[in-house]
């Protein structure tokens, strides 16, 4: 008969729900897996089925009591951890909704906007365009994937334990705020540039012509030349996407490395 002493129980308990608090918190903040549509209780089951499957291979956790202020700890920074991972990969979707937005704008549609079923807000419609297509294409990349592989090697780069976070390491966290702005202005550039012509063109032969309506006439054609620049800018998205995605996993090892 197999004997158990608490000591080890709590160790055996701590080594599984310590990885599970830091798949968890990511979950929660990651593109894809906290989408609304994604049932709260299936993320759970995920992210304990990942931390089983990954507790065999994990390094060893501190000898830790978990119900102590040093567990408290040590809990709270796994969940940071999963979170900041999250963040700077919904930052990489983020800059297709702002290039949307910018698009729309120019278009003339940024009145018309839809439900995003990712992160439950009201986005133009030609952000959730741009967010399907990219998620589509996330998917056909196996991103998922390389975020559950990106997740059980911060296990190596950090493993469970009390952390001294760096500075200047957060700092980084909070500059990639603003790349995310710079890209979705890289993204939306081209038909944004487009429709500038456009609105140029029609301001000259508003003045050559004073009797055309030009809000009748610009209207529709502004439309239309949103949605063929919108066609035309399709097959970069893949670029944008895979380099965003080498940007943000280079940046998560930075932050790793403490």
Do not use: C
Not at 90 to 95: I, S
Not at 107 to 112: D, I, K, T, V, Y
Not at 197 to 225: C, D, E, K, Y
């Amino acid at each position: 008969m197999l004997h158990f002493t608490g000591t080890e129980l709590m160790g055996w308990a701590g080594g599984l729900l310590w990885p599970f608090l830091r798949i968890g918190a990511m979950f929660v903040s990651a593109p894809v897996f906290s989408a609304s549509s994604l049932p709260v209780r299936i993320r759970v089951l995920l992210a304990l089925l990942v931390a089983w499957v990954l507790f065999p291979v994990l390094p060893a956790t501190p000898a830790v009591e978990l119900i102590s202020g040093e567990g408290f700890l040590i809990s709270l920074y796994q969940v940071l951890i999963g979170v900041a991972m999250g963040f700077i990969l919904q930052m990489v979707f983020a800059v297709f909704i702002i290039a949307g937005q910018s698009i729309a704008m120019a278009m003339g549609l940024g009145f018309a906007s839809a439900v995003d079923p990712q992160n439950g807000v009201h986005v133009p419609v030609i952000s959730q365009f741009l967010l399907i297509m990219v998620t589509l294409v996330f998917l056909a990349l196996d991103g998922h994937l390389l975020f559950l592989e990106l997740l059980a090697e911060s296990f190596q780069l950090l493993p469970v334990g009390l952390l001294h976070p760096n500075p200047d390491q957060l700092w980084e966290l909070a500059i990639w705020g603003s790349y995310m702005f710079a890209g979705g202005v890289l993204v939306a550039i081209p038909a944004v540039t487009g429709l500038l012509l456009v609105n140029i063109a029609f301001g000259v032969a508003s003045r050559a012509a004073p009797q055309l309506n030009i809000f009748a006439v610009g209207f529709p054609v502004m439309i239309m030349t949103g949605f063929v620049l919108l066609v035309l800018i399709l097959p970069s998205l893949t670029t944008h996407l895979s380099k965003l995605l080498f940007d943000a996993v280079a940046l998560i090892r930075q932050l790793l490395v403490l």
